[in-house]
């Protein structure tokens, strides 16, 4: 029984394993939805200001386009890191998923294995049973048979 209390206690290990992968993958995918709306928020930003810089640009004088252009390229920076920011988490979410089927298969292995130990010890367990009753009915019927047959 010893073997299964250990298998039990490694089956409950590989769960809390696995319950801390599914932890770590969630929060991998909230820190990549994250990344992902602030990414959107400045694309569309951008395109709003390119949008009204194109109504405007008629009427302003060349310090303020000059200023206009160096705005849309710390604007396109700042997207360049976004979208490299959005690029690491979503590797951080595959690595996460990766490590939670990992440590999902070991856990359904153990799971496996405790249930096939405990139907062998069963087994074993039904089969001593049944000898001993095998032996005490043989035992009666010889202890019958003698009675029946001493008695004619």
Do not use: C
Request: charged share 25%; net charge positive.
């Amino acid at each position: 029984m010893s073997n299964l209390s250990a298998l039990q206690t490694a089956v409950s290990l590989a769960t809390s394993e696995r319950d801390a992968a599914a932890q770590r993958l969630a929060q991998a995918r909230q820190g990549w939805l994250a990344t992902q709306v602030q990414l959107d928020q400045l694309e569309t930003y951008a395109q709003e200001t390119m949008t009204r810089w194109q109504v405007q640009s008629a009427r302003v004088t060349p310090e303020i386009m000059a200023h206009h252009y160096q705005f849309m390229e710390r604007l396109t920076h700042a997207i360049g890191l976004q979208k490299s920011a959005v690029t690491q988490q979503v590797n951080q979410v595959a690595l996460m998923a990766d490590r939670m089927r990992v440590a999902e298969t070991r856990r359904e292995s153990l799971v496996q294995l405790h249930a096939k130990r405990e139907a062998e010890q069963r087994r074993l367990t039904d089969r001593r049973e049944q000898k001993v009753s095998d032996e005490q009915a043989a035992l009666q019927y010889r202890r019958l048979a003698g009675g029946v047959m001493g008695g004619l």
